[in-house]
């Protein structure tokens, strides 16, 4: 059992592409343009490789195979 604060992370975490993603594939109620301003800004998270970041945050470079597969398969799906 742990007491205080976190361990080897921090107590805020910025907003992830991968739910952000998810949320964009299932949400109907959300508009075309809306989707795609939502998709530039996500293509502002990659790192020199091109790869997509977790997170809305370029202090915090990380990269996760889920990530990367829901922000390209919410490409995919908005484009079509």
Same mark, same amino acid.
Do not use: Q
């Given at each position: 059992d742990h007491k205080g604060g976190p361990v080897m992370t921090s107590?805020?975490?910025p907003s992830d592409l991968d739910m952000t993603s998810i949320g964009l594939t299932v949400s109907?109620?959300? !508009?075309?343009?809306?989707k795609?301003?939502?998709m530039d800004?996500?293509?502002?998270? =990659? @790192?020199?490789?091109?790869i997509i970041q977790t997170?809305? !945050?370029?202090?915090?470079?990380?990269t996760g195979q889920?990530?990367?597969a829901s922000s =390209? @398969?919410?490409?995919?799906?908005i484009s079509f």
């Open positions: 107590e805020v975490f109907n109620h959300v !508009d075309y343009e809306t795609m301003s939502v800004e996500m293509l502002a998270y =990659v @790192n020199k490789d091109g997170y809305f !945050d370029s202090s915090r470079p990380r889920s990530s990367i =390209v @398969n919410t490409a995919l799906l």
